[in-house]
């Protein structure tokens, strides 16, 4: 008796211990799941922050065709999603050519890729500068199905970035090219597989410092600017010039080989800069005189096609003013020097 009472005891025992190790995987269980679905909750919140918060996004199918879109600026820059949903992705965005091979190199690879540049203009006709991203999406066998990409506008930071470029290489009074990009590009020039012949055409203005003494800093400023004007318009589309200090200019005619072209050129300028002004409600005048230089072959060395130009100034000084004086590094004399004085 004592013995089926014990073995029942035993049973009950196991049934109890059972239950409970049934009850603790299940809550483990329970645990693991809820664990799973808050990670999983998570991701989508995530995911769906992320796209909130992003400029654009969109997603591409393996032949590039873009399945879906949205972002903050989507509304300004495509009210209709239908517009672009089943066109190429990059019939929807503008690339420069560098930013395109970068684009290209990667999609083609299947590689990801940051920071190309597309530019959109906004249906209110804003300009938006995007700093594209894109990465592949994969199937289960790791082949490429096609890309998700994110765009941020970074319009102010290319604008910065534009501006600090500008002041650097430009004249911040006149907002021509300042001395340091002028002898860049000039090296530029004299360096080029496909060098041309130019003309240098350094000019000084005549009087402007009795203008300034006169009228003041204030009036003499306003002056430099009308003559970076004047001789914006004197340029053509192959023309440039730059302020190097003061009241001296430089300007620079690419693509000319004669020295009647030079000439043409050097009388335009004079009888533009010495057309009386009108600064602040009066009349002033100044003139200007001009040395030429020509950079033909064999090729000159920068510094001293500058030398040129300014031995040929200072005998255009020397000569009256109101002129130029022009030498031409192939005649490899200055003996040559010529002197054309305005009517």
């Known amino acids: ?47 769906d922050a992320m796209t ?53 190199a990667a999609l083609t690879n299947g590689e990801p890729y940051s920071d190309i540049h597309s530019r959109f203009t906004a249906q209110d006709g804003q300009i938006h500068i995007l700093s594209l991203s894109g990465t592949p999406r994969h199937d289960e066998d790791g082949n490429v199905i096609g890309y998700f990409g994110l765009g941020t506008d970074v319009t102010r930071r290319v604008a910065a970035q534009d501006e600090l470029k500008f002041l650097a290489e430009h004249d ?3 907002g021509l090219a300042n001395r340091r990009a002028f002898e860049a590009k000039m090296n530029g020039l004299l360096m080029s597989d496909e060098f041309v012949s130019f003309a240098i055409i350094a000019i000084d203005l005549d009087g402007f410092k009795t203008v300034n003494d006169t009228h003041g800093h204030d009036v003499g400023d306003l002056l430099l600017q009308a003559v970076a004007d004047r001789i914006r318009q004197c ?37 533009a800069l010495s057309t009386p002004y009108r600064i602040n409600g009066q009349s002033l005048g100044v003139g200007a005189s001009a040395g030429v230089s020509l950079a033909g072959d064999p090729r000159p060395k920068a510094e001293e096609l500058m030398k040129q130009a300014d031995r040929a100034l200072y005998d255009a000084k020397a000569a009256g003013k109101g002129c130029f004086r022009f030498h031409s590094e192939a005649s490899g004399s200055s003996s040559r020097l010529r002197l054309v004085k305005r009517a």
Do not use: C, N
């Open 1 to 47: 008796m004592m013995t089926g009472i014990l073995l029942q005891i035993e049973l009950l025992i196991l049934a109890l211990i059972g239950a409970a190790a049934w009850m603790m995987l299940r809550r483990q269980a329970s645990g693991v799941h809820r664990a799973a679905e808050e990670a999983h909750g998570e991701v989508d919140l995530s995911l």
């Open 52 to 104: 909130q918060a992003a400029d654009l996004y969109w997603q591409t199918d393996q032949g590039g065709l873009i399945m879906g879109a949205g972002g903050r600026l989507m509304g300004k820059l495509v009210p209709d999603l239908s517009d672009i949903i089943g066109q190429h992705y990059l019939k929807t965005v503008a690339l420069q050519p560098q930013e395109m091979t970068k684009m290209l």
């Open 172 to 174: 911040p009074l006149t």
């Open 235 to 271: 340029t053509r589309s192959t023309d440039w010039a730059a302020r190097l200090g003061g009241d001296e200019f430089v300007f620079v005619a690419e693509d000319i080989r004669t020295v009647d072209a030079v000439s043409t050129v050097a009388e335009r300028l004079i009888d």
